[in-house]
């Protein structure tokens, strides 16, 4: 009996080596981004992809097996900027803790609506496992960044489960924006402070009103 593996078709995208296949790498998914800012996810082609990039239709299907990798490959772009934003340190120096989670929340909503294809991505109809499943783990890491904050900045006390309520509070505030999207097209003002007072009401169950700012 033939034991050797069956080889599965690949689905996901292929991460360029070179040089310049990260440049037309870029370019695709630069090409992706405009189409998905002004299209549904189903209404965008790799064929599409590749005439607005002006790179051959081979050399996509080369990185993207089917028009989800790219997706996929754009959301992995916008984590990666994300996490990028929230390893920045903040200036000035937050004097208290729910004035640092207010900085994050408008750092990143900002980020999300200088960028509609973000939107689309993670908060339209549609959205595919894999892109879901990316925006989990995005999270995750982005959890740990935010976690990472309080003990820079104040004097955190042991707190139960902590990464799991921060990651709580991430989440609470994911579902406002998205409530905003759906009725805006967009993560609105009005909207960002409800998201801020959602998540540091959560987390005032389980943390002191008062952190002891670092010097």
Known sequence: MNSEPIARPRSGPRNPVRKHAQERFDA?????????AESLNDEVSLAQIAELSAVPLASVYHFFPNRNAAFVALAQRYHTELWRLASQPQDPVPQTWQEMVKRNQLRSSSYLNEHPAALRLFMGAGVSVQVRNLDMHGNTVLTRLRVDQFSRYFETPPISDFERR?????????????????????????????????????????????????T
């Open 28 to 36: 695709l998914l630069d090409a992706t981004e405009r189409l998905l």
């Open 166 to 214: 921060v990651g709580v509070a991430l989440a609470i505030s994911d579902g406002v924006w998205a409530l905003s999207y759906s009725a805006h097209g967009r993560i609105t003002d009005d909207y960002v402070v409800e998201s801020v007072r959602a998540a540091v009401s959560y987390l005032r169950c389980f943390m002191p009103e008062v952190l002891t700012p670092r």
